[in-house]
Nanobody, 115 residues
């Protein structure tokens, strides 16, 4: 059974930082492509960044230079460091673990209730 637990959301002022975590169990984590997505109310979910199991990353233009994805395969955890947060980035952030054969999503965490 696959479990994905996201944490780290919170309330920070514009320009502040947050680090989100997504711990996964039940999959071959080191083989998974791990991604972070976000969704604002009334909008479609959008890609923030994806980290392939081969080590390449793909960031949305809107977050380049501000957000950083990292992963710890020993802890089955992927992180999203978010710096210079903008007031409008009050989205729900979800992590995704996928491969050619499976695709799993976390429940989501409020990335920033910024003020």
């Amino acid at each position: 059974q696959v479990h994905m637990v996201e944490s780290g959301g919170g309330l920070v002022q514009a320009g502040g930082s947050l680090r989100l975590s997504c711990q996964v169990s039940g999959i071959a984590f080191s083989r998974a492509a791990m991604g972070w997505y976000r969704q604002a109310p009334g909008k479609q979910r959008e890609l923030v960044v994806v980290d392939t199991s081969g080590g390449s990353t793909n960031y949305a233009d809107s977050v380049k230079g501000r957000f950083t994805i990292s992963r710890d395969n020993a802890k089955n955890t992927v992180y999203l460091q978010m710096n210079s947060l903008k007031p409008e980035e009050t989205d729900v952030y979800s992590c995704r673990a996928h491969s050619e054969r499976w695709d799993y999503w976390g429940q989501g965490t409020q990335g920033n209730g910024s003020s």
